[in-house]
């Protein structure tokens, strides 16, 4: 396998003290060497940084820190691929990690072509104990979203076709890779291996996740007019009772 691919991790991250180390350490101990890893921090005001800084020379010229307040998740994930300077790009949240091969197995299954998402199987944990694998067919994507934390995205594809809508609070990703697809210009390239763990229980599995991802597959007609309002009266009549 070359090693000539260069891979560019994004973790954005605030007040991430108690699981950013997991994170870290899961990077560090990749067995493919070709990349660099950004780290977006939203000037955390608890020991994040400080977490970060303890693996500075661990990491040596890879790691690129940058701490400054941002307009949300999406925001900060969009800085990260600006920065980037890989062919690949993967985005890891501040609570999930890799498996120590997760690059490795992407780079070999990379097929060079320019507009390309390469995702694995990930691992779903639940209060911290293993509950799923976890796989979807991107031909499923009108339904629901492939696992994030195991694509890696050609930048190419980011910049020429576009990066995260931040005007979503928790499914741009969803949007994005809607729009990917729906291009048909992106090739689907799913590994039947497991390259990442994700927590459950983030802001996509909220309410206000499942009324955004009501609103895209509207968006691409992915479901008729009457099953979307229908759909959004009970989301938001449940978010209403429950005081969200």
């Not at 980037?84 to 992407?106: C, F, R």
């Not at 799913?190 to 009324?211: D, E, T």
Request: with cysteine.
């Amino acid at each position: 396998m070359s090693d000539n691919y260069k891979v560019s991790i994004i973790t954005a991250c605030y007040n991430s003290e108690k699981t950013i180390e997991r994170t870290l350490k899961s990077v560090l101990a990749q067995t493919y060497s070709n990349y660099e890893y950004i780290i977006i921090d939203g000037m955390s005001t608890d020991d994040t940084l400080k977490i970060i800084d303890a693996y500075r020379n661990a990491f040596g010229s890879k790691l690129k820190v940058v701490s400054e307040r941002d307009s949300g998740i999406y925001n900060a994930m969009n800085k990260g691929i600006k920065m980037a300077s890989g062919e690949l790009v993967g985005i890891i949240n501040s609570d999930d990690w890799y498996e120590p091969d997760a690059l490795q197995t992407i780079v070999y299954s990379f097929n060079h072509e320019k507009y390309s998402v390469l995702y694995g199987m990930t691992y779903n944990y639940l209060n911290n104990k293993p509950y799923q694998i976890y796989m979807i067919n991107y031909e499923f994507l009108n339904k629901v979203m492939i696992p994030h934390p195991s694509c890696f995205v050609t930048r190419d594809t980011y910049l020429d076709l576009g990066m995260y809508d931040e005007t979503y609070k928790s499914s741009a990703d969803y949007d994005l890779f809607l729009k990917f697809y729906f291009s048909r210009k992106v090739s689907f390239i799913p590994i039947m291996k497991i390259v990442s763990n994700f927590s459950l229980g983030g802001m996509s599995s909220s309410l206000v996740g499942a009324i955004e991802s009501n609103e895209i597959k509207h968006k691409y007609k992915l479901i008729s007019s009457k099953e979307y309002y229908i759909t959004s009266l009970k989301l938001r009549l449940k978010k209403a009772l429950l005081g969200k």
